[in-house]
């Protein structure tokens, strides 16, 4: 099963930034800057993007830290990687690294802020929540996770769309996940607040300990 979500996001990984694009009505990328924006990092930090996929958000964060920060973008599929890596080899600061986002490959508290952005819906339950611990784990004590996730859109068309992605992950469970992210997470984190995004389509979730 494994080694079949990986074909299909390898595969999925040409047609993921429009698919993005036209659930969340962001076809310039606003939305990424809009989180880059809440994300409280500066000058010569080091940011985790779980989940990184195509690498949107990566250029924003890059500018963000400076090139004496370091911006690390995380993904299992090589296809989102390589699409990635086109998009973003040009920023010096910016490294991808193919890896499981439940067994991080990073020492304890090495990290100013970690993000993900469109992903943690699609994860299993299991590795959801070794996602989670291991996201505490790397993040500096004090340091904020923040999560940008689609909301069901109101457009029936784009609504279908959405369900057909979710019932290659087990439709129920994703579903599930989607509507109840707030109380997942509060299990991991003492402080969870819901961010309204620009378009409505998607939302910000910024936790810390």
């Known amino acids: 099963m494994r080694n079949f979500r990986r074909k299909y996001y390898d595969a999925f990984s040409k047609y993921y930034d429009r698919f993005v694009a036209l659930h969340s009505r962001d076809a310039q990328g606003g939305l990424r800057k809009f989180l880059s924006a809440k994300i409280p990092v500066g000058t010569g930090d080091f940011v985790l993007d779980l989940c990184t996929g195509t690498g949107t958000l990566l250029p924003y964060l890059g500018e963000k830290v400076g090139e004496n920060g370091l911006i690390v973008g995380a993904d299992f599929s090589w296809g989102m990687l390589e699409v990635c890596n086109m998009k973003n080899r040009k920023f010096p600061n910016i490294q991808i690294l193919e890896s499981d986002v439940a067994y991080l490959p990073f020492k304890d508290n090495s990290f100013d802020a970690v993000t993900c952005s469109h992903a943690f819906y699609e994860l299993k339950g299991k590795t959801q929540e ?37 019932l290659s992950m087990g439709a129920r469970r994703a579903l599930n996940t989607l509507k109840h992210e707030k109380e997942t997470l509060e299990k991991h984190f003492t402080f969870v607040e819901k961010l309204e995004t620009t378009t409505g389509r998607s939302k910000i979730i910024v936790c810390h300990n």
Do not use: A, C, W
Not at 142 to 153: C, N
């Open 130 to 166: 070794q996602m989670l611990q291991e996201t505490v784990r790397v993040l500096k004590p004090g340091k904020s996770f923040l999560m940008m996730e689609h909301d069901l859109p109101e457009n029936p068309v784009i609504r279908i769309l959405l369900y057909i992605r979710l």
